[in-house]
């Protein structure tokens, strides 16, 4: 009351226009609610799995691992989605870069590094075409991708049958070894430390004494750094303002000069990169490339980026929220293998899990966007 | 005479059969308050948004600042000092005060690939000028979406002043404004005038537009049916020009008729 008083004293001549009400900490901070999330499931599995080696080094890279590779593709997916769209075809995306290296590579001869570049620029052709369709026909992202979806996994059937007549391609492992750029997707980081732990009796070994664990794989750092730069990208450049401004109001946004369907083309360039990341760490990681490599995690994508408290809407959301709503899914798809609970029961999760943010994200919309 | 800052001769705005405007020519000076009249459909929009670049005139032309002009683009009009608040006020009720207030031209620091937003300079400025016009922000992180909507209003119009325009079109600004509200955006379109900015206000509202007007036009069913000076013009014959005043002539008969017959 007497703050109230005051601050009506202060500058009485505009009473009426100062009833501004200061937002919750909470509003500001999309991703508290998935940071809560992965307290609440470490908490869980510290209690249930605390004593199973669920937690030791090796458990604990496995299940970072899951994360990570969920999480690669879930922070572009949550940048597009602020941007006020969605991409369906991230995982059709992901079996088809696989067998851009692939193919090339061992049917065609080309060095690996080739392969992987062009890998990569079909990615560029392949997230262009999904922006230009969006931004020109004006159709909802949804539909537009979805035919991606099936574009890109039949093609990448039909042109693996084709070319090798079979629907995996295996035999990559010798090429990787001399490779300049595969160790940027496949190498283990720390690996000295790891070591150096082993020898210590801090984490396990193997007979032969290496490590079991035997450093960070690359798609752990490729997260992280990929989380940090695409917060950097939202909170402090002029091009994250647009991404805000490009899903939160179109139209609006196109009429004070911010060019909306470049800002949107980029973002679908950058989920099929983030794609076609994924994939070179599959696929350098198993040696193999397979057709079927990526089904259903444009779904799973999506999950962590809401659960992240991205808006399905657009205009609101967070990279580090979609850094945690892959944490989420990887710890506990891996964990419950340490519990007695049926892995068939992961999927309920997942499911109840979504729901669950979607109501939350919700509620948080109808207390931005309304007044009061 | 003061020169023209934009003038607009014969445009005419054909959207396939449909003569959205026909030959409509309106003057706007530096430091004057043209208020665009007309009832729903008479082509108000149509006529500002030709000015602004995002429709192209069938016929006429636009004349900036003395020099014939093509916009291909909204942001050409922006470029040339002429910014328009629209209907929907151009503002993303998600976004903060600040992002609102840069959306599309944030100030920047830093060089070459690191250049950044600068957020603190941002917020600075934004305060600083929402407080000019009496709005206390105390949060520049706040979302637009809790601002009341004359607050809103004030962000957009003072953004398009921060920005440089030299003429600011406003459609609508105070339709969905009550009494007092309306007042605040009303005085501040007034101050924005007397600062050298040529303001078309387009509005429903003769009771808004007579009080801060100099000129009037009024478009009826696309055509102009003039440009008015105030002193030329009264609040009453003003009213009984834009096409509804005739049929509220008739409703006064008509509840008069009605009140008869309930007191026989
Ligand atoms: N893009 C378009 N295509 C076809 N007809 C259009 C288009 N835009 C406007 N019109 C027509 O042009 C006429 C003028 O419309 P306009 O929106 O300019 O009216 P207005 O004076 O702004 O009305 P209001 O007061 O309701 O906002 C209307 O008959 C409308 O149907
Ligand atoms: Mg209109």
Same mark, same amino acid.
């Given at each position: 009351?007497?703050?109230?008083?005051?601050?009506?004293?202060?500058?009485?001549?505009?009473?009426?226009?100062?009833?501004?009400?200061?937002?919750?900490?909470?509003?500001?901070? !999309?991703?508290?609610?998935?940071?809560?999330?992965?307290?609440?499931?470490?908490?869980?599995?510290?209690?249930?799995?605390?004593?199973?080696?669920?937690?030791?080094?090796?458990?604990?890279?496995?299940?970072?691992?899951?994360? *990570?590779?969920?999480?690669?593709?879930?922070?572009?997916?949550?940048?597009?989605?602020?941007?006020?769209?969605?991409?369906?075809?991230?995982?059709?995306?992901?079996?088809?870069?696989?067998?851009?290296?692939?193919? !090339?590579?061992?049917?065609?001869?080309?060095?690996?590094?080739?392969?992987?570049?062009?890998?990569?620029?079909? *990615?560029?052709?392949?997230?262009?075409?999904?922006?230009?369709?969006?931004?020109?026909?004006?159709? !909802?992202?949804?539909?537009?991708?979805? *035919?991606?979806?099936?574009?890109?996994?039949?093609?990448?059937? *039909?042109?693996?049958?084709?070319?090798?007549?079979?629907?995996?391609?295996?035999?990559?492992?010798?090429?990787?070894?001399?490779?300049?750029?595969a160790w940027i997707f496949s190498a283990d980081a720390f690996k000295g430390l790891f070591s150096w732990l082993g020898s210590l009796g801090i984490i396990a070994l193997r007979q032969d004494g290496t490590p079991l664990a035997t450093g960070v794989p690359a798609s752990v750092l490729w997260w992280i750094g990929m989380t940090i730069f695409a917060t950097w990208l939202l909170m402090k450049t002029r091009y994250g303002?647009?991404?805000?401004?490009?899903?939160?109001?179109?139209?609006?946004?196109?009429?004070?000069?911010?060019?909306?369907?470049?800002?949107?083309?980029?973002?679908?360039?950058?989920?099929?990169?983030?794609?076609?990341?994924?994939?070179?760490?599959?696929?350098?990681?198993?040696?193999?490339?397979?057709?079927?490599?990526?089904?259903?995690?444009?779904?799973?994508?999506?999950?962590?980026?809401?659960?992240?408290?991205?808006?399905?809407?657009?205009?609101?959301?967070?990279?580090?929220?979609?850094?945690?709503?892959?944490?989420?899914?990887?710890?506990?798809?891996?964990?419950?293998?340490? /519990?007695?609970?049926?892995?068939?029961?992961?999927?309920?999760?997942?499911?109840?899990?979504?729901?669950?943010?979607?109501?939350?994200?919700?509620?948080?919309?109808?207390?931005? /966007?309304?007044?009061? | 005479?003061?020169?023209?800052?934009?003038?607009?001769?014969?445009?005419?705005?054909?959207?396939?059969? @449909?003569?959205?405007?026909?030959?409509?020519?309106?003057?706007?000076?530096?430091?004057?308050?043209?208020?665009?009249?007309?009832?729903?459909?008479?082509?108000?929009?149509?006529?500002?948004?030709?000015?602004?670049? @995002?429709h192209k005139p069938t016929r006429g032309e636009i004349i900036v600042e003395g020099k014939k002009t093509i916009f291909d683009s909204p942001r050409d009009a922006l470029d040339l000092g002429i910014a328009t608040v629209y209907q929907d006020l151009a503002l993303v009720s998600l976004m903060s005060v600040t992002r609102n207030f840069f959306m599309g031209r944030e100030p920047m620091k830093g060089f070459g690939p690191f250049k950044t937003f600068d957020v603190e300079k941002a917020n600075n400025i934004a305060s600083e000028r929402m407080g000019q016009i009496g709005i206390d922000v105390r949060d520049p992180s706040q979302a637009v979406?809790?601002?009341?909507?004359?607050?809103?209003?004030?962000?957009?119009?003072?953004?398009?002043?921060?920005?440089?325009?030299?003429?600011?079109?406003?459609?609508?600004?105070?339709?969905?404004?009550?009494?007092?509200?309306?007042? @605040?955006?009303?005085?501040?379109?007034? %101050?924005?005038?007397?600062?050298?900015?040529?303001?078309?206000?387009?509005?429903?509202?003769?009771?808004?537009?007579?009080?801060?007007?100099?000129?009037?036009?009024?478009?009826?069913?696309?055509?102009?049916?003039?440009?008015?000076?105030? %002193?030329?013009?009264?609040?009453?014959?003003?009213?009984?020009?834009?096409?509804?005043?005739?049929?509220?002539?008739?409703?006064?008969?008509?509840? %008069?008729?009605?009140?008869?017959?309930?007191?026989?």
């Amino acid at each position: 009351m007497s703050v109230k008083s005051k601050s009506i004293q202060n500058k009485s001549k505009d009473e009426r226009l100062r009833k501004v009400s200061r937002l919750k900490v909470l509003l500001n901070r !999309p991703e508290l609610g998935a940071l809560g999330g992965s307290i609440l499931v470490f908490i869980f599995f510290g209690i249930v799995a605390g004593d199973t080696g669920m937690f030791s080094a090796y458990g604990t890279i496995n299940f970072l691992e899951v994360s *990570a590779n969920l999480g690669i593709i879930a922070v572009a997916a949550a940048l597009l989605m602020i941007g006020g769209e969605f991409d369906l075809s991230v995982g059709s995306m992901i079996g088809f870069a696989g067998i851009c290296i692939a193919i !090339p590579a061992i049917y065609w001869g080309w060095p690996l590094w080739c392969s992987i570049l062009f890998a990569f620029s079909m *990615a560029v052709l392949v997230g262009y075409t999904n922006g230009i369709l969006v931004v020109r026909t004006g159709l !909802p992202s949804f539909i537009v991708t979805l *035919a991606m979806l099936f574009i890109l996994r039949g093609a990448t059937l *039909a042109l693996t049958r084709l070319i090798t007549g079979r629907t995996q391609v295996p035999g990559l492992r010798v090429l990787i070894e001399n490779d300049p750029i595969a160790w940027i997707f496949s190498a283990d980081a720390f690996k000295g430390l790891f070591s150096w732990l082993g020898s210590l009796g801090i984490i396990a070994l193997r007979q032969d004494g290496t490590p079991l664990a035997t450093g960070v794989p690359a798609s752990v750092l490729w997260w992280i750094g990929m989380t940090i730069f695409a917060t950097w990208l939202l909170m402090k450049t002029r091009y994250g303002n647009w991404i805000f401004a490009s899903g939160g109001d179109k139209l609006g946004a196109r009429n004070v000069g911010v060019p909306v369907g470049r800002v949107k083309i980029s973002l679908f360039i950058g989920t099929a990169v983030a794609a076609t990341i994924y994939a070179c760490v599959q696929v350098l990681d198993a040696g193999s490339a397979d057709t079927m490599r990526g089904f259903l995690k444009e779904l799973e994508a999506i999950v962590a980026a809401v659960v992240g408290g991205c808006l399905l809407t657009g205009g609101y959301g967070s990279a580090i929220g979609a850094a945690f709503g892959a944490l989420i899914f990887g710890t506990v798809s891996m964990g419950i293998y340490y /519990t007695d609970v049926d892995t068939d029961w992961f999927k309920v999760f997942l499911g109840g899990m979504m729901l669950i943010a979607v109501i939350f994200n919700n509620y948080i919309r109808r207390r931005v /966007t309304e007044n009061k | 005479m003061s020169k023209n800052l934009v003038e607009f001769n014969n445009i005419s705005k054909f959207f396939g059969s @449909v003569i959205a405007l026909k030959d409509v020519t309106m003057h706007i000076k530096k430091g004057q308050i043209m208020c665009l009249l007309g009832d729903n459909g008479a082509g108000k929009s149509t006529l500002i948004k030709t000015l602004s670049g @995002v429709h192209k005139p069938t016929r006429g032309e636009i004349i900036v600042e003395g020099k014939k002009t093509i916009f291909d683009s909204p942001r050409d009009a922006l470029d040339l000092g002429i910014a328009t608040v629209y209907q929907d006020l151009a503002l993303v009720s998600l976004m903060s005060v600040t992002r609102n207030f840069f959306m599309g031209r944030e100030p920047m620091k830093g060089f070459g690939p690191f250049k950044t937003f600068d957020v603190e300079k941002a917020n600075n400025i934004a305060s600083e000028r929402m407080g000019q016009i009496g709005i206390d922000v105390r949060d520049p992180s706040q979302a637009v979406g809790t601002m009341s909507g004359g607050e809103r209003q004030c962000l957009a119009i003072s953004r398009a002043i921060y920005f440089g325009a030299k003429v600011l079109i406003l459609d609508e600004p105070t339709s969905a404004l009550g009494v007092h509200q309306a007042s @605040v955006v009303l005085k501040y379109i007034v %101050k924005a005038a007397t600062s050298g900015l040529g303001v078309i206000l387009i509005t429903h509202n003769v009771h808004h537009a007579y009080p801060v007007g100099n000129s009037f036009t009024i478009l009826n069913r696309g055509k102009s049916m003039g440009t008015f000076e105030k %002193k030329d013009l009264s609040r009453e014959k003003l009213l009984g020009m834009m096409a509804g005043g005739e049929e509220l002539d008739k409703l006064e008969v008509e509840l %008069k008729e009605i009140d008869r017959t309930l007191k026989n």
